[in-house]
């Protein structure tokens, strides 16, 4: 049995740069992989089987992991049947890329139970179909990824500001609803290049194009980042495409992680 932890993520900033043709949105990010993680367990079996200690979380084909399943079998031809077990601790409609870093930890197990015949870069590579987050978890825990989001440049680590931790307000958010509501007119218009370049002097900007989107569909959001700051958060700002919130002076500490998939043990 093969027991993992499928680690969160926050997006430090995420720039817009603009629509493409095909309908996703060229994005310019600074990710970063933190220690709050789901578990998944893993066991080669005589039958598939697929169980979530949450009961509104789906367990057909529209679940990443059956979604990443299906991925490897169709990649690799592999007969074999494997029992998973999902325990979630990461928010849902969060944007802290739980359901991606399911699908990344499950192609990694389900190569790791057959021994390795394909590298983390082939497993990287076919990961981008299941969603533009998902190669991230393959990199070593801070990246900067382009394109839809499944360009990853990996990073050295960051020193990142003490005390930064996450707050998940009650309510969630869909990611194509908070893209459709973008305005590209109102992204900021500052360098993601010099943003990155400032990250790594110790000048934080966590500046976030989805966050004005995801206020407009649920206005309450403005209202939590406005308690955030009153409570003395020195800054509350979106991860992804929300609806939680990271900044420094809260509870829940973020401890960022590095070198995944290791980190997954
Ligand atoms: O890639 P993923 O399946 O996570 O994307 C979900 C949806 O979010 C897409 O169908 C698209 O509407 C939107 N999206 C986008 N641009 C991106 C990533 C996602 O418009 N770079």
Redesign the pocket.
């Known amino acids: 049995m093969l027991k993992l932890r499928s680690p969160a993520k926050i997006n430090l900033f995420l720039r817009?740069m603009g629509?493409?043709s095909d309908?996703?949105?060229?994005?310019a990010s600074l990710f970063q992989a933190i220690d709050l993680a789901d578990t998944l367990t893993f066991e080669l079996s005589r039958e598939d089987e697929f169980s979530c200690s949450v009961p509104n979380l789906s367990l057909d084909g529209s679940n990443l992991v059956i979604k990443a399943l299906q991925l490897f079998r169709q990649k690799t031809e592999l007969p074999f049947r494997v029992k998973i077990h999902l325990e979630k601790h990461i928010p849902m409609q969060a944007g802290m890329g739980g359901?991606?870093s399911n699908a990344a930890t499950t192609l990694w197990a389900l190569n790791a139970l057959h021994n390795f015949p394909f590298s983390d870069y082939e497993l990287q590579d076919w990961s981008s179909s299941?969603?533009?987050?998902?190669p991230f978890f393959f990199a070593n825990g801070t990246a900067y990824c382009t394109?839809?989001?499944?360009t990853v440049r990996p990073l050295a680590p960051l020193t990142l500001p003490e005390n930064l931790s996450w707050f998940k307000p009650r309510e969630g958010l869909s990611?194509?609803a908070?893209?459709?509501a973008?305005d590209l007119s109102l992204c900021s218009k500052i360098d993601p290049e010099e943003l990155l370049e400032a990250f790594y002097s110790q000048k934080f900007q966590f500046i976030n194009d989805l966050q004005e989107p995801a206020f407009r569909l649920l206005p309450i959001l403005r209202t939590y980042q406005q308690e955030l700051l009153a409570k003395g958060w020195s800054d509350a700002s979106m991860t992804g495409?929300g609806t939680a919130f990271f900044g420094t002076g809260g509870a829940d500490q973020i401890v960022p992680l590095q070198r995944l998939p290791l980190a997954w043990y």
Do not use: A, I, N, W
């Open positions: 817009v629509k493409r309908g996703y949105h060229d994005l359901g991606s299941l969603g533009s987050d998902v394109g839809r989001g499944e990611t194509p908070v893209f459709k973008l495409s």
